[in-house]
């Protein structure tokens, strides 16, 4: 099986690469199932219900999200009817939507995925690796495909979660801080593992917003209104391969820019 996780979608820029690039890409690589992070989706924070079904109908099968989720008032109500878009798994349970769902490919396979906040740097949330523990007992034993988005801003923690999980589940799969690593590995146990996909959207940024903004903010340290820069697009992500047994065998980074 092929899981193609696209790297966090941030505003326009992130959605048109979707719609541009996804298609091509699913044929290329043979795509099973296809997973992206998106709680940048709507103006490069957040995410509306209106932009979430844009992007299932680009070809989507599942959206991820993170601490950003909640920007609009009006995705609370979407997250209790549907099973496609995740918060993370550790909000209180009393928080709208769900942490974790399981999916079928096309050819009917069922994958698990779970998405996780981490809490270094972050919200005081609940532990995501109890968290994750008690998910686990949760999903049907006999499941063997099982994917992560560990949405975390510190790289250690996500590193932890991937070495607490390897061999349990697929592939843990690092978001939020928007910049591709480098360290894609398949661990010891069978594991996927890379410190953060990426991002969906321009790279010619700092993670996704106007440079001189984000400069002034630096230089002046006052607060300047994010705007999505727009030149330089991408989509980035990860290709697993997933063997029957849950599995991986391996991860590939993925970059690809629109034609300007």
Known sequence: MNILFIGDIVGNPGRRAVEELLP??????FIDLVVANGENASGGIGITPAVADQLFSHGIDLLTSGNHIWKHKEIRPYLEETDRLLRPANYPPETPGQGYAVVETAAGEPVGVINLEGRVFMNAIECPFRTVDRVLGLLPKELKVILVDMHAEATSEKQAMGWFLDGRVSAVVGTHTHV???????????????????MTGPVDSVIGMKREIILE????????PFKVASSNIQLQGVVLQIDPQGRCREIHNLQQAIKS
């Open 24 to 29: 091509r890409l699913v044929d290329q690589y």
């Open 180 to 198: 591709q690593t480098a360290d894609g590995r398949v661990l010891p146990g069978g594991t996927g593992y890379i410190s953060d996909a990426g």
């Open 217 to 224: 903010r630096f230089w002046s340290l006052l607060p300047q």
